[in-house]
């Protein structure tokens, strides 16, 4: 493929142009959408100092502890002289130890002392309770998992604000019923960005347009799949990340399908059709198979930051399930099979998360029948977007019957979609293609697992 | 639905008739719950049909409309439908009792304590089914924007005094019905669902008549059976056997009995005889009888539901939450008194942020009050690792360091269950010390799989920890992993100071534009 | 006009004659409906419905073989439920014609209002063309004519009943959508009018969600005839008139039906599978209603279904199915969930001998059914062992 697409110039100007908008724009907000792996932390890090460099009194506001530690040790990292607050619960574990060895980083559970800093960082939650003179600028992180009522409790602690997210993924929830409010602008269960966007149709709305996580490989596919709208490209070309093995295929099934998705970005195990409980023991077992061939093996990935092959260690894969009991299953399977230090966890932890080799346990995998928990496109847009290299799914066969046989009886609120964004539309159920998973499944004599790669690969 | 309600269910296909799902009943029952039963017209929206309702089985009220387009007659019905509920919802507006209530002082946001009243007892209103607490809500909606002859002199079609009233309660009710765990306004269907699982589905339990069928058939008959008999058993007519607990009817009884005995009312009243003439009132009588005939096992159904709830021990902390409920009826009486208009159409940003903040703090509290009241709900948060129950091993007493050591005493448990604990340790567990929830940190997990845990709290102030307060060797104890208390969220910026992300306050350009009463109000 | 509880009236005919390539399929589906009953035809609610259990082979094959499901549940005794009350058909016919009064004025005004997209107002040169024609491919033929020019006239044209014709399986469907109004771009608008209120802009969810599938597989109908016309386009947002709060005043709210749209069209294009279906059936096999039940019974249990209690509001066989699913134990009978929960054991037997510990060594639901049952009857012993509760006194039920 030859084009003249320029990743790099386009992320510049992209980037130049919601910096221009937030700090020289005439409206109250930015919205910013961040398709996986573009470079969101590295846009918020910069947004915050060149915000801060301006005499702006900056709050930023993410949704998880984590992602605000996260946050402040990258800001340290990268200006090391900008005073910045952390603001905390009063709970025991309330924030990153490591943090209390960045001298540039005030520590505190109580707003008033972190008041005169130029930044200062929390949870929305935590900042929920804040009272304060409002602060001359915001970023809102997340944006898009960040309930609307989380929203309306922080918004008036900020004259104007940047909110930057990734519409893919997970939508926010709520444990009680909350249709009431649907198609209400302002319904208390949807996402911060659509109310935000229902009220305020003119303010500008980016997109970072390039992908720097995802391969050449997955890009179009994730980007056409889940982000019909705000279409993204890979930041690299065909070949130019490359994943090997020091030792050959031993034939067996997660060998090839090692094989085919070191070729071809993605690869599917699949397993005889059978009904099977959600820890289905052969395909937790398959999962931690992949991931101990893969070790044992020798992968090696090389890239284009660094082009000598480097041995795949443990902490740069990953495996993702859609429950917790299924991740507490491949857990113990893969430490019954000697392998420690692999991530493995639900989609709901790995959002933001980034690996070089993802093993993913498909969620409809074994099931009768699919639910709209199952069905949640961020769901699926999280597990199949975490990887720089390749990801291997693993599922059951059956699973584009069980899609077509899905009843589509879902109630319809008016007006419910009045208030999303154009950006954020989930593609249409039956039809998302998962990788491999909806194509022509030819007939094959034995039980044994089958490989198959995309099948839109070229050879 | 969770594994070990589908094993209640399993159980009952094969039992033949319910098995209990609860070992105390999980809502307030109070001492004269009052029973309404509505039924509408098919087709139109909030047009009455008739209704029967009480405190009394052997006395109830009954209210018919004759022809249900009318919009004089419909009048009348929601008159007397006021007429009747108000007294009832007023007599518990003025027995009070000095209480405590946090507020928060606007200047410097602390919480304080304030004294206030608070009703001692609150109504309560059963209706048969998730559908009536729906038409509650319609009839509010129907009843609350009108104006009386009083209020405004000007309009052509005033409504009689009190339905606007009786439209706001209604509407009050419907709204705190969505609160978990509440019970002002309950379905019968829900609180039988809710201790009992039965050997058919979700959807089918939505019919009373088949629900009680699983629950209680008569002598000789298993449940299953008596169900299938109750959702379709007809009579040589075609008629149901167990008329639907409503509000709609059968369309079998509209068409064949219902709508001729209406086409006769009108006739009667088109030959131009005065309203109380015999025919009409023969006509009027011959419609009330078949709505009557449709209401009446219901309304026993109902009851039959209350009996069985009552057979129940209640749980312990049903009677904090009621006194939630007493709190809202407070309220609700204040705004009314107050002068305060009827609830909006539609709710504003921070109404809608708040009602969604309370019901799931609420939805918190109630998942964990069933779970400690009741061993059976409890079971199923330990099969979902939430909690374990387990027999205490071994007790070591540690204190803590610092001029004033603290007991801190470290505990072995020895348990079937698996708790969602981390192997390394650290997060907290808590038990129900008399009622107040006691904190334990988790240690660590040993070899054998026993549990280690620390006394965190309640011991008293000395260096010895209070009688009592910390588990013995050979003591069976009951940990959550979840807190036995919810905490409520932060506070929400008052409606006037809604921000521009949520269209700014109410009136302002963007935000919604308010109430007006419109001419499709009228009917 | 289709009413509250989403059924629409049947359409009225047949089609006399297909496609050749055909004929094959269809000789063998008249086989199983009977020799001498006339089909039934598929309409707009039945299209609809192939998405509400699109799994299920049995209502696939009936449906398609035009069988009348009413007429064959009532012959193999256990009939459907489905009735409406004339109390509604009254409501939702007067509540139609009021909508469509005064030529078509005032639906014309709330299609302009809603969908506009900034044309001009209609006004007096709107057309309502007259598009009475012998039989079902007249009134298509005619209908076809009218919206070509309508398009061409670039006027706002209000089609009141207009016949779709939809290929389906090979074979024509005629539908009757309430009405279709033509902008004067040239796009297509389908008009659903339903008599459930819309109170403060807010409706029954389920109901709208019916409606939007129903208009959804004529706006597919619409597609075809568009395909063949340069400028015009079928709206993906169709208009939903309801009566507005509690008067019989109407109002509208647009509702975008891509979804619906899709996932039918997906259905129909696995409609080829009856062919496999009924090709898998032993020869002499009819549905005839007035064979015995035993016959019927035997017949359509070589069909195989898939029934779930959802079942109950959307096929008229379902009090069949449901009896044959409890008969056999399928723990579906208990909701689709309870299935999906018991993951590879696939009757309740199995289910219940697994909770007491008899369940296949090393399958993860049978081990948790069993601890589940340890965890379930330690708590009923324990709440056993409590002191008997004393009810307080309550008056007799006397029933």
Redesign the interface.
């Given at each position: 493929m030859t084009t003249a697409f320029d990743p790099g110039a386009a992320a510049d100007r992209a980037t130049a142009a919601i910096l221009h908008d937030t700090l020289h724009g005439r409206e109250r907000g930015v919205v910013v959408d961040s398709p996986p792996g573009a470079g969101k932390s590295t846009l918020v890090v910069r947004a915050a100092r060149e915000l801060a460099a301006a005499g702006r009194r900056l709050m930023v506001v993410a949704q998880t502890n984590a992602q605000v530690d996260d946050l402040v040790l990258r800001l340290a990292a990268k200006d090391p002289e900008l005073k910045v607050g952390r603001l905390h619960s009063s709970d025991a574990d309330a924030y990153d130890p490591a943090l209390r060895e960045l001298p540039s980083v005030t520590l505190s559970a109580r707003p008033a002392d972190l008041a005169e800093l130029p930044v200062t960082i929390s949870t929305a939650a935590k900042w929920a309770y804040v009272k304060a003179e409002p602060w001359e600028h915001a970023i809102v992180d997340e944006a898009y998992q960040m309930r609307s009522d989380a929203l309306l409790a922080v918004a008036g602690l900020f004259e104007r604000a940047l909110f930057v997210g990734d519409p893919g993924q997970l939508d926010p929830f709520s444990v009680v019923g909350a249709e009431q409010w649907a198609g209400l602008s302002y319904d208390p269960s949807a996402s911060a960005v659509s109310t935000l966007l229902a009220h305020n149709p003119q303010l500008p709305q980016h997109r970072l347009p390039v992908s720097w996580r995802l391969p050449a490989t997955a890009a179009p596919l994730v980007s056409r799949a889940f982000y019909p709208y705000s279409q993204f490209r890979s930041g690299t070309g065909p070949g130019e990340r490359r994943l090997a093995y020091g030792v050959a295929s031993d034939g067996s099934g997660p060998d090839r399908v090692l094989d085919e998705a070191a070729e071809a970005g993605w690869g599917l195990l699949e397993l005889p059709a059978r009904h099977t409980p959600r820890t289905d023991p052969e395909a937790v077992g398959a999962v931690a198979l992949v991931v101990r061939r893969a070790l044992d093996r020798g992968a090696v990935t090389s890239d284009e930051q660094s082009p000598v092959p480097a041995p795949l260690t443990p902490s740069r894969i990953a495996v993702g399930t859609a429950h917790r009991d299924q991740a507490a299953a491949v857990r113990s399977a893969l430490a019954s099979l000697g392998v420690s230090g692999v991530t493995v966890d639900t989609a709901n932890r790995l959002q933001g998360r980034e690996y070089d080799l993802t093993v993913v346990l498909h969620p409809l995998s074994g099931r009768p029948d699919a639910t709209a928990f199952h069905l949640e496109t961020g769901r699926l847009c999280v597990l199949a977007s975490r990887h720089r290299h390749a990801c291997v799914v693993v599922a059951r066969a059956g699973i584009a019957e069980l899609l077509d046989d899905h009843p589509s009886t879902e109630p319809v609120r008016l007006g419910a979609t009045a208030g999303r964004p154009t950006t954020r539309s989930s593609p249409t159920w039956p039809n998302t293609a998962w990788p491999g998973g909806r194509r022509a499944i030819p007939s094959r004599a034995g039980g044994g697992p089958r490989i198959r790669g995309r099948a839109t690969r070229r050879r | 639905m969770p594994l070990l309600s589908t094993l209640a269910r399993l159980e009952a296909v094969r039992a033949g008739h319910a098995r209990p799902l609860a070992t105390v009943r999980h809502r307030h029952l109070g001492a004269e719950p009052l029973v309404l039963v509505p039924l509408t017209t098919a087709g139109e929206a909030g047009a009455p049909l008739g209704a029967m309702l009480g405190t009394d089985r052997h006395e109830p009220r009954i209210l018919v409309i004759p022809q249900p387009r009318d919009r004089d007659l419909r009048w009348e019905f929601l008159g007397e439908l006021a007429r009747l509920l108000m007294p009832h919802i007023e007599s518990y507006a003025d027995a009070v009792e000095p209480a405590e209530r946090t507020e928060t002082d606007p200047e410097t946001g602390r919480k304080t304590k304030v004294e206030a009243e608070l009703c001692v007892d609150a109504p309560q209103i059963v209706v048969p089914s998730r559908a009536g607490i729906e038409y509650v809500r319609l009839l509010g909606r129907s009843m609350r924007f009108r104006r009386t002859a009083e209020e405004d002199p000007e309009n052509p079609y005033p409504a009689p005094s009190q339905v606007p009233l009786l439209g706001r309660w209604f509407t009050h009710l419907a709204e705190r019905s969505r609160v978990p765990g509440s019970s002002m306004l309950l379905a019968a269907t829900d609180l039988l669902s809710r201790h009992w699982a039965t050997g058919q589905s979700n959807l089918e339990d939505q019919h009373l008549g088949s629900l009680l069928a699983w629950i209680s058939p008569p002598e000789g008959v298993t449940g299953a059976e008596w169900a299938l008999r109750m959702e379709l058993g007809r009579d040589q007519d075609g008629q149901l056997l167990c008329p639907p607990a409503g509000p709609a009817t059968d369309p079998a009884f509209d068409n064949r009995l219902l709508a001729p005995a209406i086409a006769k009312f009108d006739a009667a009243r088109a030959s131009g005889g005065p309203r109380d003439g015999d025919a009409v009132r023969l006509a009027e009588r011959a419609v009330r009888k078949l709505v009557v005939s449709q209401m009446e096992n219901t309304w026993w159904q109902t009851w039959e539901a209350i009996d069985l709830l009552r057979t129940l021990p209640p749980g312990e902390r049903t009677e904090e939450r009621w006194t939630r409920d007493r709190w809202s009826f407070t309220g609700h009486r204040d705004r009314v008194r107050a002068g305060e208009p009827p609830q909006p159409r539609r709710d504003d940003a921070v109404t809608a942020a708040q009602k969604l903040a309370t019901r799931e703090t609420e939805q918190v509290r109630l998942d964990a009050q069933e779970a400690l009241d009741d061993p059976l709900v409890m079971a199923g948060r330990r099969f979902a690792g939430e909690a374990f129950a387990g027999e205490v091993t071994e007790v070591a007493m540690e204190w803590s360091e610092g001029k004033r050591p603290r007991p801190r005493p470290l505990l072995t448990v020895a348990t079937e269950d698996r708790p969602q604990l981390a192997d390394e340790g650290g997060g907290k567990v808590f038990r129900s010390l008399d009622g107040r929830q006691q904190a334990f940190e988790f240690v660590r997990r040993e070899e054998d799989g026993q549990l280690v845990l620390r006394v965190l709290d309640k011991m008293g102030a000395g260096r010895e920890p209070v009688a009592g307060s910390v588990p013995e060797k050979g003591d069976r104890v009951c940990w959550t992993l979840f807190e036995h208390d919810a905490r409520g969220g932060p506070k929400l910026p008052d409606p006037e100071n809604t921000p521009w992300t949520h269209g700014g306050p109410p009136g302002s350009a963007t935000a919604p534009a308010l109430d007006a009463v419109t001419d499709e109000d009228l009917l | 006009m289709s009413?509250?509880d989403g059924t629409l009236p049947p359409v009225s005919s047949y089609p006399p004659s297909g496609p050749p390539q055909t004929t094959t399929l269809r000789q063998r589906l008249a086989d199983l409906r009977g020799p001498a009953v006339p089909p039934r035809p598929l309409d707009a609610r039945a299209l609809a419905a192939l998405?509400?259990?699109?799994?299920c082979g049995r209502r696939a094959l009936l449906d398609g073989a035009g069988v009348d499901k009413t007429a064959l549940a009532a012959a193999l005794g256990t009939p459907a439920?489905f009735?409406?009350?004339?109390?509604?058909?009254?409501?939702?016919n007067s509540f139609e014609a009021k909508v469509k009064g005064d030529g078509g004025a005032e639906l014309l005004r709330l299609v302009h209002a809603r969908l506009g997209a900034g044309a001009e107002p209609p006004g007096s040169d709107a057309r309502v063309p007259d598009l009475t024609a012998a039989g079902p491919e007249g009134r298509a033929a005619r209908t076809a004519l009218a919206l070509r020019e309508a398009t061409a006239a670039r006027t706002w044209t209000l089609l009141d009943h207009p016949m779709l014709a939809l290929e389906v399986a090979g074979t024509p469907a005629y539908l009757e959508p309430d009405a279709v109004v033509v902008h004067p771009d040239g796009r297509w608008t389908v008009v659903e009018i339903k008599?459930?209120?819309?109170?403060?802009?807010?409706?029954d969810?389920?109901k709208?969600?019916a409606?939007?599938?129903q208009a959804a597989v004529y706006v597919l109908a619409l597609e075809q005839t568009a395909a063949k016309l340069s400028g015009a386009e079928v709206g993906h947002r169709v208009l939903?008139v309801c009566?507005?709060?509690?008067?019989n005043?109407p109002t509208a709210?647009p509702?975008?039906v891509?979804?619906?749209r899709?996932?039918t069209r997906?259905q129909l294009d696995?409609l080829t599978r009856i062919e496999d279906l009924a090709a898998g059936l032993p020869e002499g096999l009819c549905f005839d209603p007035s064979r015995t039940a035993e016959e019927l019974t035997e017949a359509v249990s070589a069909v195989s279904a898939?029934y779930?209690?959802?079942c109950?509001?959307?096929c008229e066989l379902a009090?069949h199915c449901r009896e044959r699913s409890r008969a056999a134990?399928d723990?579906?009978?208990?909701?689709?969930?309870?299935?999906?929960?018991?993951?590879?054991l696939?009757s309740?037997e199995e289910?219940?001998a697994a909770?007491s510990g008899a369940g296949p060594d090393?399958?993860?639901?049978a081990e948790?059914?069993h601890?589940?049952?340890?965890?379930?009857a330690?708590?009923?012993e324990?709440?056993a062992a409590?002191p008997p509760?004393q009810?307080?006194e309550?008056?007799e039920?006397?029933?």
């Open positions: - | - | 009413v509250a998405a509400a259990n699109p799994g439920a009735g409406q009350s004339q109390f509604a058909i009254v409501r939702g008599s459930f209120p819309m109170i403060d802009g807010a409706a969810a389920a709208v969600g409606a939007a599938r939903l009566p507005k709060d509690f008067s005043l709210e509702v975008d891509r979804r619906e899709a996932v997906r696995r898939a779930a209690p959802e109950l509001a959307a009090f134990g723990p579906a009978a208990l909701g689709r969930s309870v299935r999906g929960e018991l993951g590879g696939g309740i289910a219940l909770a090393g399958d993860p639901t948790a059914l601890q589940a049952a340890r965890l379930r330690e708590a009923l324990l709440a409590r509760y009810a307080p309550t008056p039920c006397p029933c």
